[in-house]
């Protein structure tokens, strides 16, 4: 069984991604090198920092093309918060960035009561209770589930991407993060 | 609006949770990692942990600490005490906290609330408000500003505060009930979630807040009887208030 590759971006924290698959009895690279990306059985693309810095860092490491590639390939990616919406064709933050475009949609500023987002939400039709954390969100046509009308995940050949953070979102985040990774 | 938060808070003296009424007559109550597991067991929807020495020396202490909490909990945390650049921010955030809580930092140097928004997120920046009367008290509530409570909370909001921990002075500690007036008055002005805290004493105190705002802190409350957090969730649920269900680990 190979390690889980986390994608690094250069943005902060990572560890919680990491302690989670430890949990899991999966072991886990933090990483952007493409020959990774490229022979991982599981490849994570974190939720941390901004959208600007971080698809500046993926494309001068090579690691946006080693990903484009591996959805060509039809080979499992798991986007979660920011990664998720890093696969998509833009986003509105930053005053407008390019996406890795793997899936359709944007992602647009939140018009919510109260942005952040912060706290936990029931996802639809999953049913588990999950923790968000953000001020933007994604208008997709993979959107395959959704929490309070919103995007909560989307779904295209070999991506997976979700708003919440399954890391940090207790048992049931941790049963949700098995059942995407590939058997052992 | 997402599910109503209990969020219990932990304070930290050279690595190890303590508790005092006083920083003179400080009791060690245990190992951070162990009563945080303990809480999240617990039902805690997220944690803060608030470094009340906040001295240089103890930053590193502080840092090592998070690391051990972030290799075990699976819920979100909050680090306070002591953050006063985006550089001690970061090292905080990289060690594994979700989030940073700063206080009189922010009120010395408001541009830090824009400089950690911008390098990690709005949602990664907590501002905490120590109010008094109708002022803001900093350094732990021992010094008294000429700064207005709500004109403030509008401004960490606007600044780029992801959260607004407000504590009213009076009632930290009491056990007597949360100042639900300025909690709605302070929510009322901002369009950020607002945590209340200061006097959590029973569980209707908890479930009044929770009716006008999106967190509440609970400190005494709990730490007393950390394994009474699961009966004081069923308490708060039976009196209306809707919050997560907590699943048991497989």
């Known amino acids: ?184 | 609006m997402p599910l109503a938060r209990l969020i219990p808070c932990l304070d930290v003296a050279r690595g190890r949770v303590v508790k005092g009424v006083s920083f003179v007559n400080l009791r060690d109550v245990g190992d951070p990692v162990e009563l945080a597991q303990h809480y999240s067991a617990g039902g805690a929807d997220e944690l803060v942990f608030l470094d009340i020495t906040a001295t240089p020396e103890g930053a590193d202490t502080m840092v090592h600490v998070v690391e051990r909490v972030a290799d075990v909990l699976e819920i979100p945390f909050t680090v306070g005490g002591g953050i006063r650049s985006v550089e001690d921010a970061s090292r905080i955030i990289e060690a594994g906290a979700d989030r940073v809580s700063i206080n009189s930092a922010a009120l010395a140097t408001p541009d830090l609330i824009t400089g950690i928004a911008a390098r990690f997120g709005s949602q990664a920046v907590v501002v905490a408000i120590d109010a008094g009367e109708s002022h803001v008290f900093s350094h732990g509530g021992r010094v008294a500003t000429d700064i207005a409570t709500v004109p403030w909370a509008v401004e960490v909001a606007a600044r780029g505060a992801g959260e607004i921990l407000l504590t009213s002075i009076a009632r930290d500690g009491r056990r007597s009930g949360f100042d639900l007036a300025l909690t709605q008055a302070v929510r009322d002005a901002v369009d950020v979630p607002v945590i209340a805290s200061g006097g959590a004493g029973s569980a209707q105190h908890v479930a009044d807040v929770l009716r006008i705002t999106d967190a509440a802190l609970i400190a005494s409350i709990v730490h007393e009887n950390p394994s009474g957090l699961p009966g004081l969730r069923r308490e708060i649920e039976a009196l209306g208030i809707e919050l997560r269900p907590v699943k048991e680990r497989v």
């Open chain 1, 1 to 184: 069984m190979s390690d889980v590759i986390i994608v690094d971006y250069g943005a902060g924290n990572t560890r919680s991604v990491r302690a989670a698959l430890t949990h899991l009895g999966r072991r886990s690279q933090v990483s952007a090198d493409p020959a990774l990306i490229s022979a991982a059985s599981d490849v994570i693309l974190p939720g941390v920092g901004s959208a600007r810095s971080a698809m500046a860092h993926l494309e001068d490491t090579g690691a946006a093309d080693a990903l484009r590639r591996r959805f060509a390939a039809n080979r499992p990616i798991l986007g979660i918060c920011l990664g998720m919406q890093l696969a998509l064709q833009a986003s509105e933050e930053d005053g407008g960035v390019k996406g890795l475009g793997l899936l359709e949609g944007l992602v647009v500023r939140l018009d919510a009561p109260r942005v952040p987002r912060l706290g936990w939400a029931l996802v639809e039709p999953w049913g588990g209770t999950f923790y968000f954390a953000h001020s933007f969100v994604a208008e997709s046509p993979d959107t395959v589930a959704t929490s309070e009308s919103l995007c909560a995940a989307v779904q295209h050949g070999s991506f997976l991407g979700v708003q919440f953070h399954p890391e940090k979102s207790d048992a049931a985040g941790l049963e949700f993060l098995a059942s995407c990774l590939s058997p052992d």
